[in-house]
Structure formats: structure tokens, C-alpha cells
């Protein structure tokens, strides 16, 4: 007779009850590492979508009517909804068109959380709440920086998504030179990839993706890192150990890199949903003009909205994003 050998009762709890502990500690951050990658993906199929319809219209602006009485208050306010109705439709396939007092009817949540996970905020209804500065409307160099404080209308896509408008009919073309970014703004797409199903936070689910110029139009789709680099930087230096704007960026994540001209112009446009700072004034871009210590590179004026090419030299603070 051979004597038979086994686990006994107490010893098959306490596997069992080890492996739930390891479970319960492991599977949280995995579903988030597997949703990341699948919004990741989802995003930027969603940019090629729209970039493609936006590149399929002859002009982005014009759409819609837009008026103020005396007092700046809008009497007639039809851009948005007719943007997406009158242009969009035309050439990106649409499940449903809300207009801008019926926004939650295409699953907008009425509450996002901001890309610092700090604050809580109400889902923007017009451009002024992506940022206040967008209505500064001031001029330079003979150029009409106003833009109309529009509201939002939304729709949804044949792929679950959910998608407000930021409409602004005044935007005018590209320039060369010292310019507001404001009235470069034609139309800003704030997005939740599931609705109004949680996290409900940008930088996860929630993002945007801005288009700009009236003609010839580029469209960009930033997903900025959560903080600004600690200190300002130069856009390039000579000096090895002089850290630049863009290997700053490498130290703070191998996915991170500086955003070009227009995606640092769509953080402004977005500023509000980042919680970034009017005191973290200059932000630089990777759009370099001319060479070396003594060349020209692009940067924004957040507090202002006001797009320059200072020296690259010169010192201007750090948001990177991701690849």
C-alpha cells in the first residue's frame, strides 16, 4: 500500500486567499495600462478621421450667424450646429447632432476632471470657458485678433465617441509673422471616447483636437503631459550641460517630446481643461525658424495669446507631450 500525500484544507485558503491579495493589487493597474493603450489608439484614429474631413473643405470659415446686441451679449448664435450640419456631415459620417442646449443628449458629460487631477470642472459650453484670453480681442500688426464667443453645439460618431464643437466663423489664414493665435482658431473638438461613462478626465477619455486656419488648414491633436519642467529653459543650447527646452522633455519620459507651433497654440486654446498658470507666461515650441544659438524658434504668450519668434536663446517655460 502506497500512502497518498495532499494539500490539507487550511493550506488550499491560504493559496487561494495569497492569490486574491496579489490579484486585487496587480489587476487595478493593469485594466489601467490596458484602457490607456486602447484610448491611446482610439485617439489617434479619431485625428486621422477629422483631419481628413477638415482637409476635404475648401474653407472653415463663415458658417452659421453670429450676433451681440450692445451689450456683447449674443442674439443669434447659429455657428457651431451649422458648421457641423452645413460642413462637416458633408464628409465625416455623423450619428447625431445636439445643439448647444441639449449637449448631454449626445452623451457630454456635465463634468470633467482636469489633465492635473486636481480640479473638477463644468463640461465648457463656449469658447470663452477653454480659456477666458481667447476674447481678448485685441490687434497686431493690422490684424483682427477677435473671436465670436460662440457656443458649443455637439454629435456623435459612428464609434461611440462624443464630440463638442468650438466654432469660431471669423478665423482668418495662416501668417508668418508676429500674430494672436486667437483668431487662427476655426474650430476646437473636445472629445469623450465613451461618452459620458467615467474616468471622465483629461488626458484619459476626455481630449481635444484643434483645427486652425481658414485656408490650408492644419489640425493637431496635443496630449499634453500633466505638469510644466520646474524652471525656464532656453529652446537650444550650445552648452552641454545647459539643459534646452526639447532635452527636457526627454528627461521627464522617453514618450515625451516639445510640441510644435500649432499644438503649443491648441494647449492655449485648451488652457482651461490643463489648469496652466497665466504666470507660466512663454511657453516654447519645437518649430525652429532659423539655426543655432542666435536663430528663431516659435512661443506663445499665454497670457495674452500673442505668438512670437524670440531668440532661442532666450528662456521660456516647458509643457511637453506625448508621442
Known sequence: MKKKTGFTLAEILITLA??????AITLPSLLVNVNEKAWDAQKKALHARLAQAIGQM????????????????????TAAESFILDALSKVYKINNVCGPDKLSSCGIPSKITTLDAVSEIN????????NETMLNGQHIEGEDGSVANTKAAAFETVNGESIAVFYNPLCSSDTTVNHYVQNKMCVNFL?????????????????????????????????????????????????????????????????????????TASLFVNAALMNLSKSANDYWSGS?????????????H?????????????KGYVRCIRK
Not at 302 to 313: C, H, I
Open 123 to 130: 463640461f465648457p459650453t463656449k469658447i470663452s470657458e477653454l
Open 302 to 314: 499665454f497670457s495674452d495669446g500673442v505668438r512670437l519668434r524670440p531668440t532661442r536663446s532666450s
Open 191 to 263: 472629445y469623450d471616447l465613451n461618452g459620458s461613462e467615467g474616468p471622465n478626465q483629461v488626458g484619459k477619455d476626455v481630449g481635444f483636437i484643434t483645427a486652425f486656419y481658414n485656408k490650408n488648414p492644419v489640425v493637431v491633436a496635443p496630449v499634453p503631459y500633466g505638469t510644466d519642467y520646474t524652471s525656464t529653459v532656453p529652446q537650444y543650447s550650445e552648452n552641454a550641460e545647459t539643459l534646452d527646452a526639447p532635452a527636457v522633455c526627454k528627461t521627464m519620459g522617453e514618450d515625451l517630446r516639445l510640441p510644435d507651433r500649432d499644438e
Open 18 to 23: 495569497i492569490i486574491g491579495i496579489v490579484a
Open 58 to 77: 475648401n474653407t472653415l470659415g463663415g458658417y452659421g450667424t453670429y450676433t451681440e446686441d450692445e451689450e456683447g451679449t449674443a442674439t443669434v448664435d
Open 288 to 300: 525652429v525658424i532659423s539655426s543655432g544659438t542666435s536663430g528663431l524658434a516659435w512661443r506663445i
